[in-house]
């Protein structure tokens, strides 16, 4: 709150509307999905929920907030009670998380405040990670890691990809995964190949590499990570293109330090698979932020320019994909320290046969 405030005040801004889920969540620890959050320069909070939610906002908001339980409209409910803030004429909005239909709202029934868009005012406070925020995406990777460990015995060949993912994800709520961050992906043989397939009925067979990519949350923070793995005996190829790509996520995951900018972690990375002959197959960047959301601030992609800070978690996930074979990528979550960065999926990168 402190940090958003200074934020307000460098922007000229008296206060800004907040309409995205995990900002609210971030800010107030609220958990729900319906809320209209206005915080004010000078550190105050006016909270607006729906009855479904009067009990939880109680619970989960304590007196961080003014908590406004609205019977009509979370926007009439705002209207009302904006005028009892200090002093409010400037306010931002959340620019990315308005829909255009709100944005008149604040025209029409707003129309006594100025609006002014603003971008990643609370994204950028939620780069660096606290104590609390990293132990809960420690946890939820050390789930996803067990899940993984209790799935990978079951999966044979005839299984269908569908399958497969019952068995992960039966195993990820198992072991502590309140959702599932993202849709899972399980992806085989030739499908492998699809960076983000969507999971399918098709039945593995012997000689196929199988792709996992799937989260794991705790806390309301995201773990993600993947695994590639061979069913039945791998061939030469698969040797070789499986190696490339986990020297890759080695020689980054060695590398990556805050104080670098992103583009730079991403070349790392790049470099080795491109020197290997493999670089028109390493077609998406190498990692996200890691936090509420499963991708969030900073990029480590060819075009971020933007400085890695001390605390973030980000994802280290290169790979090399040919249409039609096949395809690997091994993604681990690391955590920005002051030193080298400390792994958070700790699960082997052997080549693991299946079935
Ligand atoms: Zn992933
Ligand atoms: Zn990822």
Redesign the pocket.
Known sequence: MAALADALGALGLDGVLLTSAPNIRYLTGFSGSSALVFATARGELLFVTDFRYKTQAAEEIGDLARVVVEGQSLWTGLWQHIPSLASVEVAGFESAHLVHRDFQRLLEAGARWQWRPTVDLVESLRERKDADELAHITAAAAVATRALGRTLPQVKAGLAELEVAGVLEHALRAEGSETFPFPSIVASGPRSALPHAATSSRTLQRGDFLLL?F?ASVAGYCA???RTVVVGPPSDEQREVYGVVRAANEVAAGAVRPGMRGRDADAVARDYIDRRGYGDAFGHSLGHGLGLEVHEAPRLSRTAEAVLAVGTVV?I?PGIYRPGWGGVRI?DDVHLSTGAADVLTHFTRELLVVG
């Open positions: 990519d989260g993600d990570i993947t994802t996930e993604e």
